[in-house]
């Protein structure tokens, strides 16, 4: 996905992840919501409260400004509205949360152990994981301590909730999320195999050549 030249684009990119996100059972009914940030604007666009990701239309979408006030478009915003803003203003660099509530990230996290990167594309598309504890869903303190991991890492696991990835465009943070889910699974059946210390190897991390978050 190419980054968006309006907000029908930004839209439609955001319409096409949500099916994609149910279709690969990344969330379930209204569960997780999206957002992109509004190109050349001090806006974002995201889902509005109670939407399923796989049957959204473009009357869906809540429009919000980084200081959190409603603009014209869907009237109630998701209740996770505040996790996308504080993730912008954190990070000017980003224009695209997904927000997603994998089975294996969330479990491995729960159960006391890290997401391991095992392969190149976890490496090259997850970078590294971020964890945030517990805290109500559309809480000031998730929301806040999001942002804070948002500012060392573009994949964040929020405990016993779920995830949110972060991009430059949609594509890219769907992507992060893919993989990291990914990763999950694979640490999950290493772990069952009893292996507690296999991953990429860190030389050939230090030296995949990455932008800064």
């Given at each position: 996905?190419?980054?968006?030249?309006?907000?029908?684009?930004?839209?439609?990119?955001?319409?096409?992840?949500?099916?994609?996100?149910?279709?690969?059972?990344?969330?379930?009914?209204?569960?997780?919501?999206?957002?992109?940030?509004?190109?050349?604007?001090?806006?974002?666009?995201?889902?509005?409260?109670?939407?399923?990701?796989?049957?959204?239309?473009?009357?869906?979408?809540?429009?919000?400004?980084?200081?959190?006030?409603?603009?014209?478009?869907?009237?109630?915003?998701?209740?996770?509205?505040?996790?996308?803003?504080?993730?912008?203003?954190?990070?000017?660099?980003?224009?695209?949360?997904?927000?997603?509530?994998?089975?294996?990230?969330?479990?491995?996290?729960?159960?006391?152990?890290?997401?391991?990167?095992?392969?190149?594309?976890?490496?090259?598309?997850?970078?590294?994981?971020?964890?945030?504890p517990y805290s109500p869903n559309g809480s000031d303190e998730l929301a806040d301590g999001a942002a804070e991991q948002a500012r060392q890492h573009d994949c964040i696991v929020l405990s016993h909730h779920g995830c949110s990835a972060l991009g430059p465009d949609v594509g890219m943070a769907f992507r992060r999320a893919l993989n990291?889910?990914?990763?999950?699974?694979?640490?999950?059946?290493?772990?069952?195999?009893?292996?507690?210390?296999?991953?990429?190897?860190?030389?050939?991390?230090?030296?995949?050549?990455?932008?800064?978050?």
């Amino acid at each position: 996905m190419r980054a968006p030249a309006t907000r029908d684009e930004a839209v439609g990119q955001l319409v096409e992840v949500g099916r994609l996100a149910v279709e690969r059972g990344l969330v379930l009914a209204s569960g997780g919501n999206l957002s992109a940030r509004l190109p050349g604007e001090t806006e974002f666009v995201v889902t509005a409260a109670g939407t399923w990701l796989d049957r959204l239309t473009s009357a869906d979408f809540s429009v919000v400004t980084l200081d959190g006030a409603v603009t014209p478009g869907a009237p109630k915003p998701s209740s996770e509205w505040k996790l996308h803003q504080r993730t912008y203003r954190a990070r000017p660099d980003v224009n695209a949360v997904v927000h997603l509530h994998p089975q294996h990230a969330v479990l491995v996290d729960a159960l006391g152990h890290r997401i391991r990167l095992i392969t190149l594309d976890h490496a090259w598309y997850v970078r590294s994981v971020g964890t945030v504890p517990y805290s109500p869903n559309g809480s000031d303190e998730l929301a806040d301590g999001a942002a804070e991991q948002a500012r060392q890492h573009d994949c964040i696991v929020l405990s016993h909730h779920g995830c949110s990835a972060l991009g430059p465009d949609v594509g890219m943070a769907f992507r992060r999320a893919l993989n990291l889910e990914e990763a999950a699974t694979a640490t999950y059946r290493a772990l069952l195999l009893g292996d507690t210390g296999c991953t990429f190897p860190p030389e050939g991390l230090a030296g995949l050549r990455h932008d800064p978050p």
